[in-house]
């Protein structure tokens, strides 16, 4: 078993990036011409660019800001740039597992960048295109008491079905997520039906086997987030896409146990601290 933790060394494949900057900057090479063209190829650079947007700045060790990049042949790109102020390897697990999705086809953030001076870190990805978070998805449309709209039922059905495969691929590839709520799945409406990408993966642990502890956590978190918007009948769907990816040993009902007891006390610490 191993386990891949900040700090361990991971390159992507030689031919799809390019080291910069000493080797303090990876930029993906089909990336690299926004970056060269924004003046961007440097460490510093990146680092300390205002963003042209705040995207997220909730605790005062990280955030992250968006930037808006263009070509001289006029193609523009949004990509978020998360920075780690005092710690030099916080980037390294988030940057191996959005390879990691790439490589499995998991709807993920997509690599763009990854650098480090030795004291500050930063892993930037690819925008992602979404209408709204799958957290406000559910409370607008599947409270109870609120008007639902035609066809509810079956749209549900599909989603629930999207969270299943992205989790049962997630965890059939030894990886646990730590953050697994329905505010980091990403919501886009489209013709052809709803599609989901799952974000924020600075906290995923990699396994060559994934320990029972994980999964359940991860469960545990998913379903306290969606426990006001599911009856069984969803849960046993979910369950049943999710198995038929990721198979787990344990017996059903031992493993809801734990994961509702590891729920319980998720919503306790919540309240607790007032989060």
């Known amino acids: 078993m191993y386990k891949v933790k900040a700090g361990d060394d991971f390159m992507p494949p030689s031919h799809e990036v390019r080291s910069l900057d000493s080797g303090r900057l990876l930029i993906r090479s089909e990336y690299y011409e926004y970056f060269q063209y924004g003046g961007l190829l440097t460490f510093e650079d990146i680092f300390f660019h205002p963003g ?27 990509f978020f740039v998360k920075r ?9 697990s988030e940057w191996h597992a959005m390879w990691r ?3 499995l086809g998991i709807a993920g953030p997509v690599p763009a960048a990854f650098g480090s001076n030795g ?12 209408d709204m978070k799958l957290s406000e998805w559910a409370r607008v449309n599947l409270l109870p008491g609120v008007p639902h709209l035609k066809g509810i039922r079956s749209l549900k059905s599909r989603v629930i079905g999207l969270v299943a495969e992205i989790v049962g691929r997630m965890h059939a590839a030894g990886m646990s997520h730590q953050d697994l709520y329905l505010c980091h799945f990403l919501m886009q409406e489209g013709k052809g039906g709803p599609s989901l990408t ?20 991860d469960l545990a978190q998913l379903y306290f987030s969606a426990s006001n918007y599911v009856t069984m009948q969803d849960i046993d769907l979910f369950w049943r896409c999710y198995i038929s990816i990721s198979p787990v040993k344990f017996p059903r009902s031992l493993l809801w146990f734990m994961i509702l007891l590891k729920s319980w006390r998720i919503r306790r610490h919540t309240a607790k601290h007032n989060l």
């Open 52 to 78: 042209h947007a705040v995207a997220k700045c909730a605790v005062t060790d990280r955030n992250t800001v968006r930037l808006d990049l263009g070509t001289e042949s006029g193609s523009k790109q949004s």
């Open 84 to 92: 780690h102020f005092d710690d030099a390897h916080a980037s390294v």
């Open 119 to 130: 004291r500050h870190s930063l892993v930037v990805s690819k925008g992602v295109h979404y």
């Open 198 to 217: 799952l974000i924020d993966l600075q906290r995923v642990n990699l396994f060559k086997n994934l320990p029972i502890r994980w999964r359940i956590k």
């Open 101 to 103: 999705f790439l490589e």
